[in-house]
């Protein structure tokens, strides 16, 4: 059996992303094993890869952080899932690999309706969007709601999910192409922010009223029209810097409209077994029922991993990518 990861040393570009041989690890008490079928491919790996994000080992680090498959070993005082089982799990770094040890408390049954490539493409996208409107800002049918990088694989996601609470969504996405799939997976008005001003187009959307609830991932080639666009006592939810950190921001900026403003991370929300448990079961519901589709629009295998991340970073993907094992 051949039992390997995708590691890089030190961060730096996709090209230090390496094969390194590994031996099936033991389970120890709390964790499980799991074999992996599919590993989902993130944003968040680029900016740990780059360094963008805290390098958290002085050995090479196993980027990757969400993953799904079977449970091959159970150690001590595991009683939620047993060897055999179908897991998945989004948990930051270890994942690119086809086998790991992981904290037992990170991982949820999958029934069957969600195969483990569905599994490896939403567990850390879904759950992501799950907080996002659920916790950070509760979406009320009837909120205008603008969501950028929407024909992403958080953003179809997100843009589906929308439709479902009856909200108004406003997306934005690069090109025409980008526009058209945001389009079909429920955003009602699509902006192209490569040709169109957001904020001006918003403005003409909304009646000059601006958002409810804007989602920024997008950071500093957006944030700036992300204040302009939100209604006054309206909510900004910034999650993400695909283009780089906003260095601009003043907490005066807020006082334009008396507006509110949060930076969440999943892993505070994920970390939570009955947050997780709940939103799992929400989320697995949603895409067994045909609310949410599930849009793997690449995949690579696993020893491919830096030619996921170059697609990634050059903006040439859409929905979700997923490493094969
Ligand atoms: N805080 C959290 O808990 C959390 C959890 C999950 C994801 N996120 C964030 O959510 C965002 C989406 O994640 P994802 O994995 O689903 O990625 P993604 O949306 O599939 O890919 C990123 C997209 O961002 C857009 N983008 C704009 N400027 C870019 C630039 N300079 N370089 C690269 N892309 C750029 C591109 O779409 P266009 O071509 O349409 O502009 C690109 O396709 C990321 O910022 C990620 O970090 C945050």
Same mark, same amino acid.
């Given at each position: &059996? &051949?039992?390997? *990861?995708?590691? *890089?040393?030190?961060?730096?570009?996709?090209? &230090?992303?390496?094969?390194? !041989?590994?031996? $099936?690890?033991?389970?120890?008490?709390? !964790?499980?094993?799991?074999?992996? %079928?599919?590993?989902?491919?993130?944003? #968040?790996? #680029?900016?740990?890869? /780059?360094?963008?994000?805290?390098?958290? $080992? %002085?050995k090479d680090l196993i980027l990757g952080s969400e993953g799904a498959g079977i449970i091959t070993a159970v150690g001590e005082g595991v009683s939620h899932v047993a060897v055999g089982d179908r897991v998945g799990y989004t948990l930051p770094n270890g994942a690119y690999a086809t086998h790991r040890a992981i904290n037992a408390d990170m991982v949820v049954k999958l029934p069957d309706a969600i195969t483990s490539d569905v599994a490896a493409a939403i567990m850390l996208k879904g759950l992501t969007v799950a907080y996002l409107v659920q916790d950070s800002h509760v979406v009320q049918a009837g909120d205008t709601v603008l969501f950028h990088a929407a024909a992403g694989g958080v953003g179809l996601l997100a843009g589906q999910w929308l439709k479902s609470l009856g909200a108004t969504a406003i997306g934005t996405a690069g090109g025409p192409d980008k526009c058209a799939l945001a389009a079909a997976h429920g955003y009602d008005h699509v902006i192209d922010y490569?040709? !169109?001003?957001? $904020? /001006?187009?918003? &403005? !003409?959307? /909304?009646?000059?009223a601006g958002v409810d609830v804007a989602y920024d991932s997008v950071g500093k080639d957006t944030f700036a029209g992300t204040l302009a666009s939100v209604k006054r006592h309206g909510r900004i939810v910034a999650f993400g810097q695909s283009s780089g950190p906003y260095a601009d921001f003043k907490i005066a900026d807020l006082g334009a409209g008396s507006l509110h403003l949060t930076r969440p991370t999943l892993f505070h929300f994920a970390t939570s077994r009955p947050w997780l448990e709940a939103a799992s079961e929400t989320l697995f519901g949603l895409v067994g029922d045909g609310t949410l589709k599930v849009n793997i629009n690449q995949r690579f295998p696993l020893e491919e991993a830096a030619a996921a991340h170059e697609a990634l970073v050059a903006r040439q993907t859409t929905g979700c990518t997923i490493l094969d094992v």
């Open positions: &059996m &051949m039992t390997y *990861a995708m590691a *890089a040393a030190r961060p730096g570009g996709s090209d &230090m992303i390496r094969r390194i !041989e590994i031996d $099936v690890p033991a389970a120890g008490a709390g !964790e499980v094993v799991i074999a992996h %079928d599919a590993i989902g491919i993130n944003f #968040i790996d #680029i900016y740990i890869r /780059t360094g963008a994000y805290p390098w958290p $080992v %002085d490569k040709s !169109e001003d957001v $904020v /001006t187009r918003v &403005m !003409e959307i /909304t009646g000059n």
